[in-house]
Nanobody, 115 residues
C-alpha cells in the first residue's frame, strides 16, 4: 500500500526558511511524479510544485524563486526547501503522487509563518 509521510513543518518568522520532507513507501522501484500542494484555512488546496522522474519541474507562480523541490530516488523521498517565507505561505502542506492511476496523499504538515 502506498504511503506518504510528510515532516518538517513548524512555526517560523517571516523571511525564514523551512525544509519539508515526504517519505514514500509501497511503490516498489517505481519513480513517479511527486508533488507538493498546500491548503490555507478557508481556501482550496493548490499546487505548490511538482517534480517528475525526468523532465521539467513545475512551480506555482507564488513560490517561484523562493521554493525548491527536489528528490532522492534512492531514499524514496521528496523535499521542499522554502526560503523567504511569507505569512501567506501559512498552510497545511501535502505530498502527492499518482501510482497506477490512483492519486495518493499524505496527512500533511502544518507550516505557520508569523509576521
Amino acid at each position: 500500500q502506498v504511503q506518504l509521510v510528510e515532516s518538517g513543518g513548524g512555526l517560523v518568522q517571516a523571511g525564514g526558511s523551512l525544509r519539508l520532507s515526504c517519505a514514500a513507501s509501497g511503490m516498489g522501484s517505481s519513480i513517479n511524479t511527486m508533488g507538493w500542494y498546500r491548503q490555507a484555512p478557508g481556501k482550496q488546496r493548490e499546487l505548490v510544485a511538482t517534480i517528475p522522474s525526468a523532465g521539467t519541474i513545475n512551480y506555482a507562480d507564488s513560490v517561484k524563486g523562493r521554493f525548491t523541490i527536489s528528490r532522492s530516488n534512492a531514499k524514496n523521498t521528496v523535499y521542499l526547501q522554502m526560503n523567504s517565507l511569507k505569512p501567506d505561505d501559512t498552510a497545511v502542506y501535502y505530498c502527492n503522487t499518482n501510482f497506477w492511476g490512483t492519486y495518493y496523499w499524505g496527512k500533511g504538515t502544518l507550516v505557520t509563518v508569523s509576521s
